[in-house]
């Protein structure tokens, strides 16, 4: 149990164009999904939280007009990298949890923007 | 500021050994530790976690230990196969009424068990 998905595990994009990555908890219901990124060799830095049907909450120094996150259902949570540039390019895991129990990893999605 | 911080980049033991792993945090408002292990381009595998009102965890090969007066925990992986070989990252959260789950991650260490 405790499965987390997440789609596309990798893309490639141009400049200026934006990207959706969904996450999706596929054994359980997620009161509370995350979302974090990884720079090569570092820690994940958490990004947002987000509940299902509320706003999501973000940490300081991250753009929410720039990496939009809906969370619709109660297993799909979904960011969207707007306008995208190469800074931008970096490793983004999801997580979800139930109840702030432990969470459940993606298995990440790799983006390289061009 | 280094909430959580685990001092050791890098590990290597030997098969068949123990390994152990270490992780120190500041916040006092911790009350739960999760240990996950991660391979490249893949995302974080949880192992075992431990409340703050324990001060061990065993589940198989893997054992927490927690020191709260210390603000220190570690993993302990016996035997250590090959296999375990990968990123470790210790995790901590505050479960007070304000909590929002939100984990903050030590900086990982790389276990390498050798054959």
């Known amino acids: 149990g405790a499965v987390v998905s997440q789609h596309p595990s990798w893309v490639i994009c141009k400049s200026g164009t934006s990207v959706k990555i969904e996450c999706r908890s596929l054994d359980f219901q997620a009161t509370t999904m995350f979302w974090y990124r990884q720079f090569p060799k570092q820690s994940l830095m958490l990004m947002a939280t987000s509940n299902e049907g509320s706003k999501a909450t973000y940490e300081q120094g991250v753009e929410k007009d720039k990496f939009l996150i809906n969370h619709a259902s109660l297993t799909l949570s979904t960011l969207t990298v707007t306008s995208a540039h190469p800074e931008d390019s970096s490793f983004y895991i999801c997580?979800?949890?139930?109840?702030?129990?432990?969470?459940?990893f993606g298995p990440g999605t790799r983006l390289t923007v061009l | 500021d280094q909430q959580v911080k685990q001092n050791s980049p890098s590990l290597s033991v030997q098969e068949g050994r123990i390994s152990i792993l270490n992780c120190d945090y500041t916040?006092?408002?911790?009350?739960?530790f999760l240990w996950y292990k991660k391979y490249p381009a893949e995302g974080p595998t949880f192992l075992i976690s431990i409340s703050s009102i324990k001060d061990k965890n065993e589940d198989g090969r893997f054992t927490v230990f927690l020191n709260k007066s210390a603000k220190h925990l570690s993993l302990h992986i016996v035997p250590s196969q090959p296999g375990d070989s990968a990123v470790y990252f210790c995790?901590?959260?505050?479960?007070?009424?304000?909590?929002?789950?939100?984990?903050?991650f030590g900086q990982g260490t790389t276990l390498q068990v050798k054959p």
């Open positions: 995790a901590a959260s505050g479960r007070g009424s304000s909590n929002t789950g939100k984990l903050i």
């Open positions: 997580s979800a949890t139930h109840a702030r129990d432990t969470q459940y």
């Open positions: 916040n006092s408002m911790f009350d739960y």
